[in-house]
């Protein structure tokens, strides 16, 4: 099973960094402009971009969650 995004649609602001990094897996609603999770489980080649879009969410509403651990992986590191 491979990690899964998750959302927190109460903690998003809408800034919309997810969707001008992958726009194949985010997309903001019409009504609040609040994040969208298209694709839950991407394929191994978006991870750095899912990745990213985690690191640059500034509400922190998006994680990862690694099949077999408790709570969200952590986000790597900026740079």
Known sequence: MSPRIEVDRDRCVGA????LTLPAVFDQDEDEGLVVVLDPEPPADYAELVARAVQLCPSGALSVAVPG??????APPAG
């Open 16 to 19: 919309g960094n997810c969707v």
């Open 69 to 74: 651990r408790h709570g969200p992986a952590p």
